[in-house]
């Protein structure tokens, strides 16, 4: 199949590029600069060159393929505070993409996270049955869904808060190293038992290809292989590497310590993937969350 990825060149991209063309599909990865241009040839696709707000070119290319995989995001926006923006954007471009797919029966591949859950008040460990109702990504999440009642094979991929790997330098787990390592303490909130759950980036790149292959339409997939992993835990691992004590941090100076991720640290999302692994015979294999950070590459990289 001809696939439109766009987000190619980014961290969980340089993962699902390769992955598509190991399975023989012919990617078109949209670059908005001459280095993601260069990554996206890299991993072995062709390049369309455009941004997110180029509605055009994103309607043009969705209409050429025979897929699209929807991964880009205004992380920088969101970083710098505009989460609003990021948002808008994404929500366009995904009606700008979904317009030209309409009546096609063409798969359409969302992302969204695990964490509209947390905020949508899903108490219990979360399930693809459980609707994203609030949160920031929720509206993008339910307008993709929504294209499987207009003829598009829609789906929404969940993923986790820690999406990591060795291909992973600037999610979150860099961005608590960084902050570990500047403060000179790893930290978690009050107890650190609320659980994040996680998934390597490689095992994410087989559950796109499967989405993409066979998800019937309307699917709420998640991308989890550590279904909650308790904070504290993940604090630990980051002390221990970096030689520096686990501490509890108050929730009131959570977002002195923490930053923009005090918004995120704190949150319990104990979230489960088996009905997406028993629909789509999807099966995660890499090493998990706390395995992965004592394996060492987080701190030899230049991110972190
Ligand atoms: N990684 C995680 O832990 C995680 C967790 C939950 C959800 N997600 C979601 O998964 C998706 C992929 O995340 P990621 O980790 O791969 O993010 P990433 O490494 O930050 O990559 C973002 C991608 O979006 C592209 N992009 C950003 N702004 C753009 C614009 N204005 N026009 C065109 N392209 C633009 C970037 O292109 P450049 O290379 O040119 O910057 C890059 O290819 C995102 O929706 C993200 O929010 C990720």
């Known amino acids: 199949m001809k696939v439109f990825v766009t987000g190619a060149s980014g961290h969980v991209g340089s993962a699902v590029v390769p992955e598509l063309v190991r399975a023989g599909h012919q990617v078109l ?29 994103l309607r043009q290319a ?14 920088h926006e969101m970083n710098t505070g505009d989460f609003a923006g990021a948002n808008d954007a994404d929500l366009r471009a995904i009606e700008a993409m979904g317009e030209v797919l309409t009546g096609t029966d063409k798969a359409f591949i969302g992302t969204s996270g695990t964490l509209m859950l947390a905020f949508s008040d899903v108490t219990d460990v979360g399930t693809e049955n459980d609707p994203s109702t609030k949160g920031p990504r929720a ?12 003829g ?20 979150f787990v860099p961005a608590l190293i960084a902050i570990a390592r500047a403060k000179g ?6 107890d650190g038992l609320n659980r994040w759950p996680a998934v390597h980036s490689l095992d994410a ?3 796109y290809r499967l989405a993409m292959e066979a998800a019937p339409p309307g699917s709420r997939l998640h991308g989890i292989s550590d279904e909650g992993v308790p904070f504290r835990e993940v604090a630990q691992a980051i002390g221990q590497n970096l030689n520096v004590p686990t501490v509890s941090v108050k929730p009131e100076d959570a977002a002195d310590y923490f930053g923009f991720l005090a ?27 706390v395995d992965d950070i004592n394996e060492g590459h987080y701190f030899t990289s230049a991110a972190s």
């Open 62 to 75: 969705a209409a050429s393929a025979d897929a699209v995989i929807h991964l880009a995001y205004k992380h």
């Open 152 to 171: 598009v094979r829609s789906s929404v991929v969940r993923l986790p808060p820690s999406v990591h790997s060795s291909l992973d330098h600037a999610g």
């Open 29 to 57: 990865g949209l670059a908005r600069s001459d280095s993601s241009a260069k990554a996206v040839r890299s991993f072995g696709a062709e390049v369309q060159r455009g941004s997110l707000d180029e509605l055009d070119v």
């Open 185 to 190: 303490r790893a930290g978690f909130v009050g």
């Open 205 to 207: 790149a087989c559950l």
């Open 263 to 289: 918004f995120f640290v704190p949150v319990d999302n104990a979230t489960s993937s088996t009905r997406t692994q028993e629909l789509l015979g999807w099966n995660p294999v890499h090493p998990g969350l």
């Open 139 to 150: 509206e993008a999440e339910n307008a993709v869904l929504a294209l499987a009642n207009f």
